[in-house]
């Protein structure tokens, strides 16, 4: 009965052995041990069109155990995805279609970019999350649209690491019915048996989190146990599912159920056998027998049907409602709303005072209207961080009474680094853009996800609050000094660090704008004066002039709550006849892709120049002589004294800055903008 599938599942296990071998690199043991679940999975209930790998309503799969990722390019191979044997072949190898670890921007039928273990799962909530709101937003009576599962393999590295833990207990409580996890149990981590460190009940774990829980005692062979458990899972709709699959590490392998068959290629010897096992023949490498071809060109067949009856409901579903059809074309080709950029706040130096913090929920109340893909929320410091605007219903199941999967506000509760893992999944299924919240020192919690956006090329936007030692009497646990020198050198973010309303317009707008790279905002708890010549147009230059002087003798640079300083600072210089030029600098990233003159006019040559920003000084050296900002960890004060203390008040950036030009009125001033190739 199961010939077929046993062929096809060993197909996929030699085929897995023999990509590591050429490769001589990677790790065969969790593919053959995942070959049965996946080849069931992928056969008999998934639903993607490889000639479409875009399609909407595909089912979504996650690999989360990415080392494993030998057993996703072979299926995607044998479903007939553009990856062919050569590219098997060139496994791990330079511009391979197949990396050592997925990457969603590389191949085809890849969601999303896992390798750190608990990333793909946890993005795995945030897919199955935009399917929910996608479905409760465009779905109607006969026309489910939006109608996909979203399935992840995960192994016990996953589980162990805490992002998956806060990730699942939000999928949990939102019940999010259309996920379902195929947990590899095969009792090996790296170190050797699970026995030394991992010795918990998986399955009451994730019942406590909410989850239904359904076991499979024989994952290497029982496909019909595999095939029944993932149905099962299915038919419970108000909760995600966790299917623990007992599987044997490197399964037919001389070395199989020990650590030794995780992570080398099989020697030539274990290689033959385990062909000869299977059937095949032991001089042969990359072979795959025509019944497994034709079974899995019924596969693509299948999903090729299942995508153009889809098209037909489109159609039916467009003609009966065409304002919605239109709306969900426009989400997924990417393209934002027509003139929504008009909705953002402009300022004037007449208008109040006011934190960045709070003009950035100003923003919010006006881009969520312009936006409606917009989605996202807080880490339990919605009243802190102010990302909720007033229109807004959360995202919740209806049984709850709290809110609607149509809903876009998210309440991530305190998981920070599970919230941005999450968004990255939200990013990743199209049609959405996410953002995120907490304060900036917290961010560090989410360094692993955050960086994935980065690497991924995905649009989140992280709205951090409480941005520097300006926050006050928290003290240094939550004073950020060193927050934004790792986001700056992290490659492919923006960071902003506005210094009025027009700097968070502009912020904002460039965060949208840009939808292949994530943006971190750092928004300021105090108060700060709208700026005479700021504005959202020279925000994306990432520096700028704002005031100037005809010659002057020193620039004074800063970004955020600073820049008023250097303003107040350089009337300070005026009166002892120093003429001071202030640049804001709300971006380093957008400064740093200006063309060269634009450098030169906001830095002139022969000028020293003196950054002032109240976090660390470490990276200002790529544009200022001189630096002004924190070289220890802060303090429990109030803001104004903290400043004080620090040496960051008008009077005291002006003493800097004297002594500045007095320094360098004998020493030779390198111009810091000249590349010197």
Same mark, same amino acid.
């Given at each position: 009965?199961?010939?077929?599938?046993?062929?096809?599942?060993?197909?996929?296990?030699?085929?897995?052995?023999?990509?590591?071998?050429? /490769?001589?690199?990677?790790?065969?043991?969790?593919?053959?041990?995942?070959? *049965?679940?996946?080849?069931?999975?992928?056969?008999?209930?998934?639903?993607?069109?490889?000639?479409?790998?875009?399609?909407?309503?595909?089912?979504?799969?996650?690999?989360?155990?990415?080392?494993?990722?030998?057993?996703?390019?072979?299926?995607?191979?044998?479903?007939?995805?553009?990856?062919?044997?050569?590219?098997?072949?060139?496994?791990?190898?330079?511009?391979?279609?197949?990396?050592?670890?997925?990457?969603?921007?590389?191949?085809?039928?890849?969601?999303?970019? @896992?390798?750190?273990?608990?990333?793909?799962?946890?993005?795995?909530?945030? !897919?199955?999350?935009?399917?929910?709101?996608?479905?409760?937003?465009?779905?109607?009576?006969?026309?489910?649209?939006?109608?996909?599962?979203?399935?992840?393999?995960?192994?016990?590295?996953?589980?162990?690491?805490?992002? /998956? *833990?806060?990730?699942?207990? !939000?999928?949990?409580?939102?019940?999010?019915?259309?996920?379902?996890?195929?947990?590899?149990?095969?009792?090996?981590?790296?170190?050797? /048996?699970?026995?030394?460190?991992?010795?918990?009940?998986?399955?009451?774990?994730?019942? *406590?989190?909410?989850?239904?829980?359904?076991?499979?005692?024989?994952?290497? %062979?029982?496909?019909?146990?595999?095939?029944?458990?993932?149905?099962?899972?299915?038919?419970?709709?108000?909760?995600? @599912?966790?299917?623990?699959?007992?599987?044997?590490?490197?399964?037919?392998?001389?070395?199989?159920?020990?650590?030794? +068959?995780?992570?080398?290629?099989?020697?030539?010897?274990?290689?033959?056998?385990?062909?000869?096992?299977?059937?095949?023949?032991?001089?042969? %490498?990359?072979?795959?027998?025509?019944?497994?071809?034709?079974?899995?060109?019924?596969?693509?067949?299948?999903?090729?049907?299942?995508?153009?009856?889809?098209?037909?409901?489109?159609?039916?579903?467009?003609?009966?409602?065409?304002?919605?059809?239109?709306?969900?074309?426009?989400?997924?080709?990417?393209?934002?709303?027509?003139?929504?950029?008009?909705?953002?706040?402009?300022?004037?130096?007449?208008?109040?005072? +006011?934190?960045?913090?709070?003009?950035?929920?100003?923003?919010?109340?006006?881009? *969520?209207?312009?936006?409606?893909?917009?989605?996202?929320?807080?880490?339990?410091?919605?009243?802190?961080?102010?990302?909720?605007?007033?229109?807004?219903?959360?995202?919740?199941?209806?049984?709850?009474?709290?809110?609607?999967?149509?809903?876009?506000?998210?309440?991530?509760?305190?998981?920070?680094?599970?919230?941005?893992?999450?968004?990255?999944?939200?990013?990743?299924?199209?049609?959405?853009?996410?953002?995120?919240?907490?304060?900036?020192?917290?961010?560090?919690?989410?360094?692993?996800?955050?960086?994935?956006? =980065?690497? =991924?090329?995905? &649009?989140?936007?992280?709205?951090?609050?409480?941005?520097?030692?300006?926050?006050?009497?928290?003290?240094?646990?939550?004073?950020?000094?060193?927050? $934004?020198?790792?986001? &700056?050198?992290?490659?492919?973010?923006?960071?902003?660090?506005?210094?009025?309303?027009?700097?968070? %317009?502009?912020?904002?707008?460039?965060?949208?704008?840009?939808?292949?790279?994530?943006?971190?905002?750092?928004?300021?708890?105090?108060?700060?004066?709208?700026?005479?010549?700021?504005?959202?147009?020279?925000?994306?230059?990432?520096?700028?002039?704002? =005031?100037?002087?005809?010659?002057?003798?020193?620039?004074?640079?800063?970004?955020? %709550?600073?820049?008023?300083?250097?303003?107040?600072?350089?009337?300070?210089?005026?009166?002892?006849?120093?003429?001071?030029?202030?640049?804001?600098?709300?971006?380093?990233?957008?400064?740093?892709?200006?063309?060269?003159?634009?450098?030169?006019?906001?830095?002139?040559?022969?000028?020293? +120049?003196? /950054?002032?920003?109240? $976090? =660390?000084?470490?990276?200002?050296?790529?544009?200022?002589?001189?630096?002004?900002?924190?070289?220890?960890?802060?303090?429990?004060?109030?803001?104004?004294?903290?400043?004080?203390?620090?040496?960051?008040?008008?009077?005291?950036?002006?003493?800097?800055?004297?002594?500045?030009?007095?320094?360098?009125?004998?020493?030779?001033?390198?111009?810091?903008?000249?590349?010197?190739?």
């Amino acid at each position: 009965m199961f010939e077929i599938d046993n062929l096809s599942t060993n197909t996929i296990r030699v085929l897995a052995a023999d990509t590591v071998k050429k /490769s001589n690199s990677g790790h065969p043991g969790a593919p053959m041990g995942c070959a *049965a679940m996946s080849h069931v999975l992928f056969s008999k209930f998934m639903k993607f069109n490889p000639e479409n790998p875009k399609w909407v309503s595909r089912d979504r799969f996650v690999l989360s155990n990415g080392h494993a990722c030998a057993l996703q390019y072979v299926l995607l191979h044998l479903c007939g995805y553009d990856v062919s044997m050569d590219d098997l072949k060139s496994f791990r190898q330079m511009n391979s279609k197949c990396p050592g670890h997925p990457e969603n921007f590389m191949t085809a039928g890849i969601e999303v970019t @896992t390798g750190p273990l608990g990333q793909g799962i946890s993005n795995a909530v945030g !897919l199955a999350m935009a399917e929910a709101n996608f479905a409760a937003t465009f779905n109607k009576e006969a026309f489910p649209v939006i109608d996909n599962y979203t399935y992840a393999i995960l192994g016990d590295g996953c589980l162990q690491e805490g992002v /998956s *833990a806060e990730a699942a207990s !939000l999928a949990g409580h939102l019940k999010l019915g259309k996920l379902i996890a195929l947990y590899d149990d095969n009792k090996i981590q790296i170190d050797g /048996s699970t026995d030394l460190s991992f010795t918990e009940d998986v399955c009451k774990r994730f019942e *406590a989190y909410g989850w239904q829980t359904l076991t499979v005692e024989n994952g290497d %062979s029982d496909f019909q146990a595999i095939a029944d458990a993932i149905a099962e899972a299915k038919k419970v709709t108000d909760k995600p @599912t966790l299917i623990k699959i007992r599987t044997t590490i490197g399964y037919g392998s001389l070395l199989q159920g020990s650590e030794k +068959v995780h992570g080398a290629p099989l020697s030539n010897d274990d290689l033959a056998q385990l062909k000869t096992k299977f059937g095949f023949d032991p001089a042969q %490498s990359f072979a795959v027998p025509e019944e497994v071809r034709n079974y899995y060109k019924n596969v693509k067949e299948q999903g090729a049907r299942l995508e153009a009856d889809w098209n037909v409901m489109f159609e039916q579903y467009a003609a009966q409602y065409p304002e919605l059809a239109a709306e969900l074309k426009r989400r997924i080709s990417n393209v934002l709303p027509s003139g929504w950029e008009n909705a953002l706040p402009r300022y004037t130096p007449e208008d109040p005072a +006011v934190a960045t913090r709070k003009l950035s929920e100003i923003a919010l109340n006006k881009i *969520a209207e312009a936006v409606p893909e917009l989605v996202g929320g807080s880490a339990d410091l919605t009243h802190s961080n102010l990302t909720r605007w007033k229109s807004a219903v959360d995202f919740q199941h209806e049984s709850t009474g709290l809110g609607s999967y149509a809903g876009r506000y998210i309440r991530f509760g305190v998981r920070e680094h599970g919230m941005a893992a999450i968004c990255n999944g939200i990013a990743s299924y199209g049609g959405l853009i996410p953002f995120c919240s907490t304060f900036l020192n917290f961010i560090s919690y989410a360094l692993g996800a955050s960086r994935l956006s =980065s690497l =991924s090329h995905l &649009r989140v936007i992280y709205v951090m609050t409480h941005d520097s030692i300006g926050l006050g009497e928290d003290g240094p646990t939550h004073q950020p000094v060193e927050t $934004l020198t790792t986001l &700056r050198a992290t490659p492919n973010t923006l960071v902003f660090r506005p210094a009025d309303g027009n700097e968070v %317009s502009g912020a904002y707008l460039a965060a949208i704008q840009n939808n292949l790279r994530p943006s971190v905002l750092a928004l300021s708890r105090q108060n700060l004066p709208q700026l005479a010549g700021s504005s959202i147009e020279n925000t994306l230059k990432g520096a700028y002039v704002l =005031s100037d002087v005809a010659n002057p003798a020193i620039v004074l640079v800063a970004t955020g %709550s600073e820049v008023s300083a250097c303003v107040e600072a350089a009337k300070e210089l005026a009166k002892n006849n120093i003429q001071a030029r202030v640049v804001s600098m709300p971006s380093m990233e957008l400064f740093d892709e200006q063309e060269q003159s634009y450098k030169e006019s906001v830095f002139p040559r022969g000028v020293p +120049v003196l /950054s002032v920003e109240a $976090l =660390s000084t470490f990276g200002w050296s790529k544009y200022a002589h001189a630096s002004i900002g924190m070289t220890t960890f802060g303090a429990s004060a109030p803001a104004n004294q903290l400043y004080e203390k620090f040496g960051m008040t008008p009077p005291a950036i002006a003493d800097k800055a004297m002594k500045t030009v007095e320094y360098y009125k004998s020493e030779p001033l390198p111009y810091l903008m000249v590349k010197p190739f």
